[in-house]
């Protein structure tokens, strides 16, 4: 068998190289594109290129000595698995920060620190603050010395970026740009720098395809306090009708404009996002002249509050979506007890599925198919080294979702494969977290509350028997863009920002064991005002969006109270009403069983 | 009736005259004293000297031409009755900060902007950083010059420290001592500055009786990296048999020793406390060439984890206090339906069977006895002009509690006075707050969760139905010290600090109808190890310390759920128990109905 990670040894020594030409000790390679956004495209794929590994979270550091790739505890396996031991240390991002790392292990220059570089367009300027504050030496580059050192990098990508019409988007770029203009005015800055695509792409009402899962098209805009947005975007993505679309009050340019266009701005009071941009921006700006005032990308809370049209297209797109994932189940329902399909490829149906219903156009992620053990690896990514059968008598999770253009949908269940019942300690913690589940899913709260006041009703029951699951209860999700949307989540990290009225949030919690199974229960919420009668202020609810019925071989009714049962019956009407209509008369008749009443 | 104002605009004048000798042109008076501390000594009572408002928060700005009161919501009334509305404008503190009202009325000198002075002895590093950002040109005085106007001020109190025993301490001061210098070596300090009473009390196992309802002695502290500590304390305070309990470790020095002592500590790390202590500590160290570094209060924290014989003496203090209560309230249950007590007969019945408790030292607040529409009022608190009867049928909250050497009470009930059965709505809205109650109470969590996260669990039910309290639900309690005790709360705005073993925290949800009636229902919370079979980390969980009936009359059953009615039953199962076997034969046969299983 060749050595598949001979490569990437060379490529270290040829970045070293290169280093030492741009007088450097030490260099930083994160895993974040210039958007340092998700998802990012191959030409940017600096760390897969340099260390062979994948995972979505990582960063390398390069010494002249040593060289070591960071990630957290979801990806350890995987890490050891795709880089080379002999080249590559591993280590653990939390328990061991790389500005710690590079501290005790860069060596000093004979009358200075050690010089390590990093692309300040590859890092934020919160995340830069960690490596100076260690004390260390950062020197922006100008020209990222592993791009010179990969000749085979593969071109940025260029789909086109096409219109996203009033009846998905419900508001006009025009009043988008309008209300972003007054948030500016009122705050007394002349523009805002817009880094993240899913915003420049909801300003605009464009969408692309240059990246995988997330329908958006690359690109920078420039908002500023007269609404006039300059779009930073090659212009070939760019036909005459998008050029029409985006009207007289956009200007295009292509990328390599962003750069003169910054130094343009001195002067002028230019909100730059500190979490969320790359620090370059705020570097070039300063450089220029203008103040940089830092603030979140104005962008981010209006994309989150779906408008009335947004709000209709979630509905209609998870009403379709739910009909390939009932069949889907009512698939796994007849396969399960036989053993017969694998982790890939009841994914693969499920997407076959999928791309039967109308307006589908790809996974909102890579979708997450563990049977067994596999299921209690939280970010699962079934592989051919990993593919197993799906076994009768075990419990399988899988997280999927798909992107439609009125909406993204988000959704996980997790199922006992039969023939057998399921052992009463697996339902008991399957009914703990629905419990969770529905302590979310019925909670109404006032205006005001944030994501970290509400985490633990999610867990409380998982709690009460010592359990618990180590990620979030929940995310925002976009509106046809990323399924994983800022500025609100459900979890005791979340940023102090207020649910409101038309977020999309997930309602997801969890329990693994692990070696054993995994368990997740997840829809999406749309956060709706809530009428009560008398209420002295506002109070909001969540409508549950996602339509598709838990396992009831997999719930205990005896453990739910009986405000529980009557709400996962009256779901499961719905569910039945809503998607039995559409669905074959075999897959029909399976859900009227799964969706009917549960018994005691 | 004469007016009884006069003197205040009197007083205000001849601020003015003191003002303009120091070159000001305007001059905060907060409400705290030198320790910023809740409750202050009438030598520092300056707000009510200068106003006339005896508010718990409060402010006033005095400029040459204008002059202002500001307070939060809870006051304004009394700010009205108590406060010259022709000298002084009542502002809300929230809706209009005095920095903001300061920068828009302060006139400006010709060639700069105003001058406003302030006392740095009465304001944190924190507080003064507002009016600074404010664009304000802040003057530290050296003299407060509403003393130099003050010339009957009282003298500062002088009530004996004494020793706080082993048998109640649990732990040396030496001990403590040593944890603290340790704590302050690992952070790289030579000294931190004390400047809570509380801390200073509970490091050194002394009390006092300087301020009303918290049994502290007022003075600062020099904690040091040796375990040493330079105590600043009127030496009149300390008798020989208390000086020598502090031990040689311990040097005293009066009050007035403390800048000296501070001017001599140049060279020296030192932590100061930016949100806790006043600003002076920081700017004298400073201008003394010491290096401050901002952190926490060392001893906030290990004085807020009880040790256990703090814990056992809490469950003593809780079980003798108890006997008090149950007497008070059974009192009640026969005196309701007469109608002939009032909020004051009351209060001073609660208080009279309280002194006849083993070890009664005082209440820990001024008791909150509140009959119907009283009991809205958030912080009542009764006065001659205010005392109403307490009628049959209607609802009447009492909030008290006490001071004892083993341990500090607080403690919330709310009755029906009878005779007549209590509406419906009444007793679904204590329902609803019961729930909240038992939220908390019976939950379990992880190490790591903090106030902020479980807030939303006492207010869900009540939530549910459009409803709330503007409150928190919980404040951390000392070991017979302050009965508001940091650093940890139970409350959306509570700091980000975790919940942790040994804490003692209130549990008082709440709801207020305005004009019509107040419900609190209120236990103290010892946190605890849950031992929890199989689980992977530390699980918490709360024991409650507080032993009373809730009033069955304002209790529906119906709307608990059966977890919540076992808890109750049992709850009251063990009050029977473990107060019972103390109570008079009359009392102990009401208690044992008060205590009977819930009917449905």
Redesign the interface.
């Known amino acids: 068998m060749a050595d598949i990670r001979s490569p990437h040894a060379h490529r270290l020594s040829d970045l070293r190289a290169a280093l030492a030409k741009q007088n450097l000790d030490g260099f930083i390679v994160p895993r974040a594109d210039e958007h340092l956004g998700e998802y990012v495209p191959p030409s940017a794929e600096r760390l897969k290129f340099l260390t062979g590994f994948t995972g979505s979270a990582g960063l390398a550091v390069v010494l002249m000595d040593r060289a070591a790739v960071f990630t957290d505890g979801r990806y350890v396996t995987q890490l050891a698995l795709q880089t080379d031991a002999s080249v590559w240390e591993r280590r653990h991002i939390i328990d061991e920060p790389p500005p710690a790392w590079i501290a005790e292990h860069a060596r000093p220059r004979e009358k200075s620190g050690a010089r390590i570089g990093y692309d300040p367009l590859l890092i934020g300027e919160e995340g830069l603050a960690r490596y100076t504050e260690a004390g260390l030496d950062m020197v922006a580059v100008s020209e990222n010395p592993l791009d010179q050192v990969w000749p085979e990098r593969p071109a940025a990508p260029a789909a086109p970026a096409v219109p996203h019409g009033l009846q998905y988007a419900g508001k006009s770029a025009l009043e988008k740009r309008e209300e972003i203009a007054t948030a500016l005015r009122a705050a007394g800055q002349d523009a805002a720098v817009i880094t993240d695509p899913a915003s420049v792409n909801w300003l605009l009402n464009i969408r692309g395809g240059d990246v995988e899962f997330t329908p958006f098209a690359l690109g920078f805009a420039v908002a500023k306090a007269d609404a006039g947005v300059d779009l930073f975007m090659d212009p070939a993505k760019l036909s005459p009708e998008t050029r029409e679309w985006l009207g007289n009050g956009v200007t295009v340019a292509p990328r390599a404009a962003l750069g003169p266009a910054l130094g343009g701005m001195g002067g002028q009071v230019v909100r730059v996002d500190p979490a969320g941009s790359p620090v370059w921006f705020a570097q070039a700006l300063r450089a220029a002249g203008a103040k940089v005032m830092a603030g979140t990308d104005p962008c981010s809370l209006p994309k989150a509050c779906k408008n009335v049209v947004e709000q209709d297209g979630a509905r209609a797109a998870h009403a379709r979506d739910a009909v390939a994932v009932c069949r889907f189940l009512h698939f796994l329902h007849q396969q399960g007890p036989c053993g017969t399909e694998t982790e890939m490829s009841a994914a693969a149906r499920l997407l076959a599925l999928r791309q039967e219903v109308e307006g589908f156009r790809g996974e909102s992620f890579p979708a997450i198919s563990g049977a067994g053990e596999n299921g209690a690896i939280i970010h699962y990514r079934v592989s051919d080294e990993s593919n197993r059968a799906i076994r009768p008598n075990e419990v399988y999770l899988i997280d999927s979702g798909a992107q439609y253009p009125d909406g993204t949908t988000d959704i996980t269940r997790t199922v006992w494969t039969g023939p057998g019942p399921a052992p009463d300690d697996v339902r008991a913690r399957v009914t703990r977290v629905l419990k969770g589940h529905i302590g979310i899913a019925t909670?109404?709260?006032?205006q005001?509350?944030?994501g970290?006041?509400?985490?633990?009703?999610a867990r409380?029951a998982l709690?009460?028997?010592?359990?618990?699951y180590d990620h979030g209860t929940g995310h925002g999700v976009g509106s046809f863009l990323s399924v994983h949307e800022g500025p609100v989540s459900i979890s005791?990290a979340a940023k102090p920002v207020a649910i409101g009225a038309g977020m999309i949030l997930s309602n997801e919690p969890g329990y693994y064991l692990p070696g054993a199974y995994g368990i997740r229960l997840e829809n999406l919420l749309l956060v709706q005002r809530?009428e009560?009668?008398?209420?002295?202020?506002p109070?909001l609810r969540f409508e549950t969006l996602t339509l598709a019925p838990f396992d009831r071989a997999l719930i205990d009714a005896a453990l739910l109270?009986p405000a529980e049962r009557a709400w996962l019956d009256a779901y499961h009407a719905r569910v039945l009403a809503e998607v039995g209509p559409k669905l074959p008369d075999a897959t029909l008749e399976w859900l009227a069983g799964a969706c009917a009443p549960l018994k005691e």
């Open positions: 909670l109404v709260f006032p005001g509350v944030a970290a006041h509400i985490d633990a009703l409380r709690w009460q028997v010592g359990l618990d005791r809530a009560l009668p008398g209420a002295l202020k109070f109270d």
